[in-house]
């Protein structure tokens, strides 16, 4: 799920920092520290946080909905607190999306390659 750079962006990004006068460790330097924005930025917005989330939300919501209801609305659907029901099956499905989240965590960035202290040749 963390999306990693290309080894054609890399090198390209490598590339262009190597031409503006940085040496290879500041490039190494560079792109990990990219990198690692890119896989926390992907774990930030992971999917199953923003909908689990938000089923959570709204299944709350209509549970309260579902308790307030007058006898004239749960007649109106055949003697099923529809709201009650709906909302128990959305805070079931956002607590099963969270707790997936919990187990299955999105997976951490590479540790950094070593940085070589080779002189490059120009």
């Known amino acids: 799920m963390s999306e990693q750079f290309e080894p054609d962006e890399r090198a390209e990004a490598a590339e262009r920092l190597r031409r503006a006068g940085y040496s290879e460790a500041d490039v ?12 926390t930025a992907a774990r930030i917005f992971d999917l199953r946080r923003i ?5 959570v939300l709204y299944g709350v919501i209509l ?29 079931a499905l956002g607590v099963f999306f969270l707790v997936w989240l919990r187990l ?3 997976a951490p960035p590479a540790p950094p390659l070593p940085v070589s202290e080779e002189k490059v040749p120009e």
């Open 104 to 106: 299955r965590p999105t």
């Open 51 to 55: 909908i689990g989330g938000l089923f």
């Open 28 to 39: 190494q330097r560079e792109v990990t520290e990219l990198e690692e924005k890119s896989a």
């Open 63 to 91: 549970i309260i909905t579902g308790l307030t209801d007058s006898d004239a609305d749960i007649d109106k659907a055949q003697g099923i607190n529809i709201n009650l029901w709906t909302g128990l099956g959305m805070l």
